[in-house]
């Protein structure tokens, strides 16, 4: 299958980036919070059923794919936290309701190292860029580590399309999560140099910004006509989370793949991270799909292979 630049990383269609509003039932718990990730305050909600105050709960951190805000993820996080869950789902530094990344505009330092000082900044805001995205949600980890209704002996992963590569990464590098679910995902970034005329453009807008000839795309920026948010595409050249998967045995992986995906080839992603892994795994096809109809016709089926998941390998597994 011939790949057409950032065409199988498309996550979530205008209509699910701002999705209607969704009421919180009577039974469920919603409350904001803040998560520091490398400096930066990002937004989280968190959901938590009202008959588990004051316990410890089994918990499942989700964040969005390409150019999506925590809204949309509102009606899996309050399904997942129905089933006995502390969740948290938060927005990506840049995105939604976080703070953005800053960088100097004109060149400024402090008097003294590390001291305070006046200057003039500018926003790293809506662009893709998936080593950041994957500190995010490490720190997200770290956060949760001390949040008194997450059982961190039971922690586990959600993610869609773009963070279904992105749960993967994350396991790999934090023993900490015991289990994933990761849909429609895409997880391999490399197709930035996949071919001559890839690997031209990447390399030649890598070494414009470090010549500070072009700076960071402007926010919203629109791709292929579809999606928010322009890549920094030198930060895709080494990710790749299928490759990563090996690093993460003793995680249950769970992988959920559009039987009619069109976006990118399954074999090359899911399929392959299935493959590869040698922890607990399951693969699932839902067979008459395309990418987005897991967000739409799909989306409940999806949110109870989630819940079966993680109450197989999270709650099944004794609280310390």
């Known amino acids: 299958m011939h790949h057409h630049g950032l065409q199988w990383v498309l996550a979530f269609t205008l209509a699910a ?10 039974d469920i718990e919603m409350r904001k919070a803040v998560i520091v990730s490398e400096g930066t305050r990002m937004a989280a909600d968190l959901y938590s059923p009202k008959s588990g105050a ?3 709960l089994p918990c499942v951190l989700m964040a969005h794919g390409w150019g999506g805000t925590k809204q949309a993820l509102r009606r899996d996080g309050i399904a997942i936290a129905n089933a006995g869950y502390f969740v ?24 003294k190292p590390g001291g305070t000082f006046t200057a003039e900044v500018q926003e790293v805001r809506e662009v893709v860029d998936p080593l950041d995205m994957a500190a995010d949600w490490l720190n997200a980890i770290h956060w949760a580590a001390a949040e008194p209704q997450c059982d961190t002996e039971r922690m586990g992963l959600w993610g869609s399309s773009f963070s279904g590569g992105l749960v993967v990464w994350a396991a790999a590098r934090d023993a900490r999560v015991k289990a994933i679910h990761s849909q429609v995902g895409s ?5 930035v140099t996949q071919n001559d005329e890839e690997r031209k453009t990447t390399l030649g807008e890598s070494t414009q910004r470090a010549r500070a000839e072009i700076g960071y ?5 629109v791709v292929l006509g579809k999606l928010r948010g322009a890549p920094i595409r030198s930060r895709f050249v080494h990710y790749a989370p299928v490759e990563d998967v090996t690093q993460a045995a003793n995680c249950a992986m769970q992988f959920v793949i559009a039987g009619k995906e069109e976006l990118f080839d399954n074999k090359d992603h899911a399929i392959k991270a ?18 987005y109809g897991i967000y739409l016709q799909a989306r409940e089926q999806a949110q109870k292979l989630a819940i079966d998941w993680f109450n197989q390998h999270l709650r099944e597994t004794a609280s310390k």
Do not use: M, N
Request: glycine share 8%.
């Open 187 to 191: 997880l391999d970034g490399r197709w």
């Open 88 to 111: 948290a789902a938060f927005d990506y530094r840049g995105w939604g309701e976080s703070e953005a990344r800053v960088i100097l505009a004109k060149p400024a330092r402090p008097e």
């Open 217 to 221: 795309p402007a926010p919203s920026a």
């Open 274 to 291: 299935y493959i590869r892994h040698t922890g607990p795994k399951r693969l699932v096809t839902i067979p008459q799909i395309t990418h």
């Open 54 to 56: 004051g316990k410890k």
């Open 17 to 26: 980036q701002q999705p209607a509003p969704v009421a919180i039932p009577e």
